[in-house]
Each structure stands twice: as C-alpha cells, then as structure tokens.
C-alpha cells in the first residue's frame, strides 16, 4: 500500500450581498465570500490539496476563472472532480485536516454541521475530517477568509477486488453446474469436476 499527503490554502474577500457559503453550507451572515464561483474557500483548499495529493494540477488548471461556465458554480462540482482525479489515479482518501481564518462569524456553533456537510461531500465518515477556526490574530485581515486543507490519501489494494471476484466466480459456476444437473434431471455431480457424496444445500450458498 502506498500514501500520498496533500495540501491546500485559499482565501477570499468579504463582500456584502452575496451569499456565505463554507464547506458546502449557508452560513447566516450579513457577508458572503466574493470570487468567481460561490467562493466556498473551505472546499476550495480541500479540492487544491486533493489534487496535491495526485500531482493532478490545482483547482485553477481544471476551472479556469476565465472561463463564464464557473460563475457562481457551487464549488461541490470542483470537490466531485477532485474526487474523481484520485480515484483515477487508485487513492482514496484516509482522513482531512483543516482550518479557517476568519474574523467572523463564530464556526464554533455550527462546527458539527459543518464537518458533516464536508464528510458527505467527500463520502467519508464526519470522524475523518478535521476543522478547526481560527481568527487573524495580529494580521489585520478581518475582511478576508482564509483555509488551509490537508490530506492523506492510501492506495486502494488492488488484489482484493480480482481476489474476490475469481472466488465468486468459481462458486457461480459450481451453483451453475448443479443447477444445470438439476434441470435436466441427470443429477449429475460429475458436472463440478468433483465428487459429491450427495446433494448438499450448503453448495448453493
Ligand atoms: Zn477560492
């Protein structure tokens, strides 16, 4: 098995008028996030580390913001591109890390909510995502939002899946050697290249 490890970072201005939108969820806010799509920084660093993790580009090589088809795209088509990158190149992910920088609002309050919309998102368990809020202390960027994201991601074992599927098989074809001697009446156990003391029930399992 092997491991990749990814990271992210994106940040957005605050802009009245527009819709809050982090992690894939609207957040009650007199502000919203500007940026070309809905400016969801939460799933954009995510996406960004994803990619990291595959060697696959960033969010920008696959939606460039020149490009009218991304305005005010929910970023959850980014996120499901993401997914499909790693899964393409045989990695699924083992659990994310994250946090956001911002001023306000309070993520205390609805971190569950938050963590649960990005795990359904990303189809993981809520216990494999991390996110933690922080405010810019000492930066002086109370107007902007900020998120960093990592992954680790492990290869999907591939043995498994052929492993599995050859001893499903083999069992497909004794079902269909009995079935087959059943139907014709024959009885005839010889069919299964073995032989049987009698019919057992247990074979058809
Ligand atoms: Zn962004």
Sequence with gaps: MSMRIGYGFDSHAFKAGVPLVIGGLKIEHDEGLAG???????????????????SAGDIGSFFPPS?????????SIFLATALEEIAIAGYRIVNIDTVLVLAAPKIGPISGELRESVAELLHVSPRDVGI??????????????M?????????????VGPERMSAVAETDAEIDGVVESLVGGTRDFSALGRKLPGFDTDDLT
């Design 147 to 159: 998120a960093h994201a990592t992954v680790l991601l492990e290869s999907i074992d591939v043995t």
């Design 36 to 54: 070309h799509s809905d400016g969801d920084v939460l799933l954009h660093a995510i996406t960004d580390a994803l990619l990291g993790a595959v």
């Design 67 to 75: 490009d009218p088809r991304w305005k005010n795209a929910a970023s």
């Design 132 to 145: 933690k809020a922080k405010t810019p202390e000492g930066m002086n960027l109370d107007h902007v939002a």
